[in-house]
């Protein structure tokens, strides 16, 4: 398929077809590289993506505990207020 570049202000852009934006899994934001002479645009990876169930396999192996605890005496704030 091929598509115009456009003038945008002092840069220059392209128009994605909904149906490649969806194909792509295409959000706001994407990641732009050059590859050997060409344009490779992919989705932006999401900030923290995968952590949720990370931490529950963490839960389930017992691999989930404060490593320095016995470091750091307690505050007031930790002891009335904090909860896990």
Known sequence: MKASVVR???SRGIRIPKTILEQCRLGNTVELEV???RLVVRAADEPRSGWEEAFKQM???G???LLDGES???TRWDETEWKW
Do not use: M
């Open 63 to 65: 691999d989930d505990t």
């Open 72 to 74: 750091l005496p307690s």
């Open 35 to 37: 590859r050997q002479g």
């Open 59 to 61: 839960a389930l192996r």
């Open 8 to 10: 945008i202000g002092n």
